[in-house]
T-cell receptor, first 114, second 115 residues
Framework: EAGVVQSPRYKIIEKKQPVAFWCNPI?????LYWYRQNLGQGPELLIR????????DSQLPKDRFSAERLKGVDSTLKIQPAELGDSAVYLC????????????FGPGTRLTVT | AQSVTQLGSHVSVSEGALVLLRCNYS??????LFWYVQYPNQGLQLLLK??????LVKGINGFEAEFKKSETSFHLTKPSAHMSDAAEYFC?????????????FGSGTRLSIRP
């Protein structure tokens, strides 16, 4: 079974430029998450989808961040414009819906904003 | 509200020594508890989880953790450390009785192994 796929793995951009990350979750997983992981810290939830619906986006900085999961499968996270403080690893995870299920993580995209 | 506290951002042990990584949680309802491991430049991988039943849970790579409700703890142990155990370890909690699969992560503990 294929795991969570993310691309690109690494991205370097200048501040004020846009950037987008893509995630394809494990087949059949209804719930998809985007996390941001700053250096030396644990993942912090940005947004959670149940199928195509964003059910928790309270931590998403909506002035510059946006996300979509149009068909309830793969998802895109966008930052426009990027700031220096956005440098981090962006992780995507998925699981079947339910609190007892562990989340399966992709390898992440390491973003460096210069 | 839930929260997770990992005591010690960095733990260093000798190869062959006992590994003990500490985790305390706060939750208004009985929790589900998880330990994840993250190797450099990789995503998080589940080591073990506690949902119901036996409070001592065994995971991959020889790790185990014990849920102690009275102490609100879920410490991770391994009897004998191996060089390959060097990684970042995260404790996490989610709410039982909830259909919402939201997990809160601790800040992580970096484990170093001395030869």
């Amino acid at each position: 079974e294929a795991g969570v796929v993310q691309s690109p793995r690494y991205k370097i951009i200048e501040k004020k430029q846009p950037v987008a990350f893509w995630c394809n979750p494990i087949s059949g997983h209804n719930t998809l998450y985007w996390y941001r992981q700053n250096l030396g810290q644990g993942p912090e939830l940005l947004i959670r989808y149940e199928n195509e619906e964003a059910v928790d986006d309270s931590q998403l900085p909506k002035d510059r961040f946006s996300a979509e999961r149009l068909k309830g499968v793969d998802s895109t996270l966008k930052i426009q414009p990027a700031e220096l403080g956005d440098s981090a690893v962006y992780l995507c995870a998925s699981n079947p819906t339910g609190a007892s299920y562990e989340q399966y993580f992709g390898p992440g995209t390491r973003l460096t904003v210069t | 509200a839930q929260s997770v506290t990992q005591l010690g951002s960095h733990v260093s042990v000798s190869e062959g020594a006992l590994v003990l990584l500490r985790c305390n949680y706060s939750s208004s309802v009985p929790p589900y508890l998880f330990w994840y491991v993250q190797y450099p430049n990789q995503g998080l991988q589940l080591l073990l989880k506690y949902t119901t039943g036996a409070t001592l849970v065994k995971g991959i790579n020889g790790f185990e953790a014990e849920f102690k409700k009275s102490e609100t703890s879920f410490h991770l142990t391994k009897p004998s450390a191996h060089m390959s155990d060097a990684a970042e370890y995260f404790c996490a909690v989610s709410l039982r009785y909830s259909s919402a699969s939201k997990i809160i992560f601790g800040s992580g503990t970096r484990l170093s192994i001395r030869p």
